[in-house]
């Protein structure tokens, strides 16, 4: 009777190749993070209250204002006297003590004075760009930036005594960006108001007509530019943190826009924001010249 030898000798083989194989993949490649998480969405409190119709206040944040009586020579808004334009304004709203246009009394007759103090018109402060890019803390970006005396029509000539810039003047030194993106410069300026104020306000053109579309003013720390953003810091009343606001131009509106608010903790004496905490958009009835 024959007896048969048990084939063991191909599976013995088979069995270690098969091990080897199964730990041959590469380090680099994919592995699995186990099941993934169910995504949850918001869950809305109240869903029977009903929404509101109207903002609770008015900020005034989309409004634009034609500023009469200024043809632009070369259709360069860079001729313009910016203080020949705040005081045009001024005449437009001469009873005008609150919202993102009022100037207070004492502000606007400092305005009307300006260049005519007999100053050499500079404030004597380093104008140059800080290492970031972002404007001196004058406001001032070392271009020329001319404002020139006030003749009546709003064209520049060279800066007048005591103009735009000048200790005596609350303008600060006029600041020029595309902020519309139509390729062309508009016009930012801003104005020191009583109790550590700052007012900013920016102009457009189309044609002859000069449009203001952005004025807001709040407790300042910083104006900057981010593309054709425009950010503005704004102190707060916790130590440590302060508001941010983004204005971008709306094509919808026409207008500047607070797209974006938040407040942040401040990281150190430098005031480098760090920890975004976003808060709803709001905007605060509150420059560097790129060539």
Known sequence: ??????????????????????????????????????????????PDLPPASTPAYDYGEAET???DGFALPRD????????????????QHPDTFTGPLALDEDTAKKITRCGSDGSDGS???????????????????????????DDGSGASGSDGA?????????????????????????LIIGIRLPDDQL??????HEGDELTQIM????????????????????VSGIPGYEYRTVWSWDRHQEAMLPTKDEFLRVDGADGTP??????????????????
């Open 215 to 234: 004025s807001t003013s709040d407790a300042v720390t910083g104006v900057e530019l981010a593309g054709r953003d425009l950010v503005i810091r704004a």
């Open 1 to 46: 009777m024959s007896h048969r030898r048990p084939r063991r000798s191909g599976i013995a083989l088979l069995l270690p190749l098969a091990v080897l194989l199964g730990a041959c993949g590469n380090p680099g490649d994919l592995e699995s993070a186990g099941p993934a998480t169910t995504a949850v969405g918001p869950a809305r409190l109240w």
């Open 162 to 186: 005591g103009g735009a810039g000048s200790r005596g003047c609350p303008v600060l030194k006029e600041q020029y960006r595309d902020l519309t993106g139509d390729g062309r410069d508009d």
């Open 76 to 91: 360069d808004i860079r001729t313009l006297d910016p203080l020949a334009v705040l005081r045009a304004q001024a005449k």
């Open 274 to 291: 760090k920890s975004p905490a976003p808060r709803p958009p709001t905007a605060s009835p509150s420059p560097g010249s790129t060539q």
């Open 65 to 67: 204002e034609t500023v």
């Open 123 to 149: 404030d004597g402060s380093d104008s140059s760009d800080g290492p970031d890019g972002s404007d001196g803390p004058d406001g001032s970006d070392g271009s020329d930036g001319s404002g020139g005396s």
């Open 199 to 204: 007012a900013v306000r920016v102009f457009t």
